[in-house]
């Protein structure tokens, strides 16, 4: 079988890591359909290649960090990291560009995950709560890697607070992955924040802190995220 890329056109022989993201991506009831329509084994199917899949998803990155440059080659060394972290320290240190590259490892080998930038998130939905329940919902039970920028940025209020805590205690609850990152250590979340948030953090994440040594894939190496 065949497949022809709906993006850049280029046609490839399925493999069977193709079949395999196939599957998860539209569904074996999907297959099935087409088997049943008539579906003839040579047929080119269309559906995008993984580079120009992994484009795409690029474009829920802020865009610094879409283009910005990956001088220590850190994408290459991340593995598949399957474990949730909080990552804190001083602005600059690397925290949001060692969580997109982790993303951007996952969108590489067709696996799921998003960003959320917390301070936009959580402006979004103060004013328009009842509108916007789904929303919270949405990132509450995603099921691929969550990335949560910026964790203690926005101005805390009592309904911030409640909105912070349904997700985490969800996500922590459920095991879900999420990598977040904030200026705070869990000792100031624990001071300035919640109590039961930096409880949640604690019981889900592993905790790296971020120092801005340039040379960071040494560092990330010494805080073993590699």
């Known amino acids: 079988m065949k497949y022809q890329c709906c993006a850049c056109k280029r046609e490839a022989p399925f493999k069977y890591s193709d079949y395999k993201w196939y599957i998860k991506e539209y569904g074996i009831e999907h297959i099935r359909e087409k088997i049943n329509s008539g579906y003839e084994p040579d047929q080119i199917i269309s559906f995008r290649c993984k580079k120009c899949e992994y484009k795409l998803k690029l474009i829920k990155l802020p865009l610094i960090y ?79 890697c969550l990335v949560i920028d910026d964790f203690g940025a926005e101005k805390m209020t009592d309904f911030v607070r409640q909105v912070s805590y349904l997700i985490i205690n969800y996500r922590e609850q459920n095991r879900l992955q999420t990598v977040i ?46």
């Open 181 to 226: 990152t904030s200026n705070f250590t869990l000792d100031e979340i624990d001071m300035y924040i919640d109590r039961r948030i930096s409880s949640r953090i604690a019981g889900m994440c592993r905790v790296v802190k971020m120092t801005g040594d340039k040379r960071i894939d040494k560092q990330i190496k010494n805080g073993k995220v590699l």
């Open 66 to 144: 879409r283009e910005i440059e990956d001088k220590y080659n850190m994408q290459s060394q991340i593995k598949d990291i399957e474990e949730s972290l909080y990552l804190f320290g001083d602005a600059g240190s690397g925290k949001t560009f060692l969580a997109t590259m982790i993303l951007k490892k996952r969108w590489e080998n067709r696996l799921v995950g998003m960003f959320l930038s917390y301070p936009e998130f959580i402006f979004s939905i103060q004013t328009d709560y009842e509108n916007k329940v789904e929303l919270v919902d949405y990132y509450k039970t995603f099921k691929g």
